[in-house]
């Protein structure tokens, strides 16, 4: 079945960093793709989405492209904040209507 | 506007008691989905509604958990005879239902059960 598998944490990074987080997709059609955001106490996010090959989501700094050479989503961010920490979602929509996660990573920014 | 908002927040509950887990989805959105957050997991499907009806309950464990949406706008999750293994955070999402859009996720409900 579909499935999505992103790196595994915990990340830790210097502020200013630059930022990878890899996901990669398995699925039959072309889904749409997506990261989602868990910051400390509150709920998921929305941060960035694409809906077809090619596309490249973008939002507050970060970007993501959607890879259908190699199947591949990749969140990225050239200069990472304390503020950034948090828990990043990878996730897929194919077929039906219910949302294909990765088990999520842990992203910790240090000063 | 307002997002998608869960009741309780918490909820703490004894084995093989019934619980009832609330959802107020986004104005004007048809569609609406509980998912199962197990600790250092990934959300997990767990049922989705159009409108009124249960349009694909294939992620429901068992017959233990049931969900209803009378009216098209809140749900509610149904948990009979909770078990230690129901602890985990209940999310709601909900999406204007035109087809494969991005869901918005409400707060969730962290279900403890002992």
């Known amino acids: 079945g579909d499935s999505v598998t992103q790196m595994e944490g915990p990340v830790t990074l210097s502020e200013e960093a630059f930022l990878t987080i890899n996901c990669t997709y398995t699925a039959t059609g072309y889904p749409s793709l997506f990261w989602y955001v868990q910051y400390p106490g509150e709920g998921l996010q929305l941060l960035l989405k694409a809906t077809k090959a090619d596309d490249k989501g973008s939002n507050k700094g970060f970007e993501a492209t959607y890879r259908k050479e190699t199947t591949s989503f990749h969140l990225e961010k050239g200069s990472v904040q304390v503020s950034d920490s948090a828990v990043y979602f990878c996730a897929a929509l194919n077929s039906g209507y219910a949302l294909n996660f990765g088990k999520g990573t842990s992203l910790l920014v240090t000063p | 506007g307002a997002g998608v908002s869960q009741t309780p927040s918490n909820k703490v509950t004894e084995k093989g008691k019934y619980v009832e887990l609330r959802c107020d989805p986004i104005?004007?959105?048809?569609?609406l989905y509980w998912y199962r957050q197990s600790l250092g997991q990934g959300p997990e499907f767990l049922i989705y509604?159009?409108?009124?009806?249960?349009?694909?309950d294939s992620g429901l464990p068992n017959d233990r958990f049931f969900a209803v949406r009378p009216e098209g706008s809140v749900s509610t999750l149904k948990i009979q005879r909770t078990e230690r293994g129901d602890s985990a955070v209940y999310l709601c999402?909900?999406?204007?239902?035109?087809?494969?859009?991005?869901?918005?996720f409400g707060p969730g409900t962290r279900l403890l059960v002992l």
């Open positions: 999402a909900s999406s204007p239902g035109t087809g494969k859009e991005t869901q918005y």
């Open positions: 509604f159009q409108g009124t009806g249960a349009a694909d």
């Open positions: 104005s004007g959105h048809t569609a």
